[in-house]
């Protein structure tokens, strides 16, 4: 069986790999992490030998391929919602979700432990840190933005100085902050001298403003690399973070290919990281050079799949449904 695990929420492309996995008549399951918080019959007795777990006893009869999609949405299963009475502080849902966390984890560190699974991507690489895989980058030769961390001023100062321009953004995940009444999203931003109001603040990320002509998004699956430009300069608001997206007036996005040579470095890279599949995010600047910004072990890729025709959907149902039957 292809196990897929996934979230309950904005996921469409999961469903997508489905759709194509159910044509190719494969045998497969979903599990969204947010599953195990609402079974009833969740009954995990650490002191016994086996688990308390039809889903464990049956997987462990059969020869699996696990597909690490996503973990779990960061909400609570609507336990606090307006409707069912409660009202709860935000710190209160941030700590149960942590704690359901530990709980799915669990479950994943039990699967792991079967003798009949493999897993296409691991679990515990679904996260990584972002200032060590900036460095490792720099160690295949391939080139990323002047950076640096400070928590000073001065510091801060002195670099805009020599850089002449920089960026900020967040050093971890981009996050949204819900203040009841507005949603707050986190970007990518330019930083002037007079956003410097105190000699100390709280660590932060600074790079080299890169002047753009593009933005370049990768999508690498099993040895291939599909790449995509993203035509993010002629809207102000898009400079500097294509996020910045337009529905009204899309920017232009089409196939891109990346130098061999870059290309050899990423497979290097992304080996050494032990990726089967992630999302990699580039720049090229107006000096003509591609500038590394980020991996994401569990990106979007439908951004990328439609608007190239690249059919990444079918391509990763292809994957899945061969890795599969290699077991068989």
Known sequence: MIILLSKNAAEISTEEIMDWLDSYKCSFRRINGEDLESDATLNIRLEDNNYVNSLVTKLNDERNIIWFR?????????????KAGYEVLGEVK??????????????????????????????????????????LTTEYGIKIPPTVVTNKKEIALAFLREQGRMITKPISEVAAIDSKRLMYHMETKEVFEADFETDIFYPSLFQKLIEKK???????????????????????????????????????????????????????LVDRMGYQHCSIDFIKGKDKQLYFLEVNPIGQFGMVSKPCNYHLEMKIANYLKNQHEKRA
């Open 214 to 268: 593009i933005d370049i998004r990768v999508f690498y699956l099993d040895n291939t690399f599909y790449s995509m430009a993203i035509f993010s300069q002629r809207r102000a608001a898009a400079q500097i973070d294509f996020r910045n997206y337009s529905y009204d007036d899309p920017d232009r996005m089409v196939p891109y290919q990346l130098p061999e040579k870059l290309e050899a470095k990423l497979q290097a």
């Open 94 to 135: 941030g700590h149960l979700y942590n704690e359901f966390s530990i709980i799915r984890l669990h479950f994943y560190d039990i699967l792991n432990k079967l003798d009949k699974v493999r897993w296409i991507d691991d679990y515990r690489k679904s996260s990584l840190n972002k200032l060590s895989v900036l460095k």
């Open 70 to 82: 996503r973990g779990a949405s960061s909400t609570t299963q609507g336990i606090f919602s307006p």
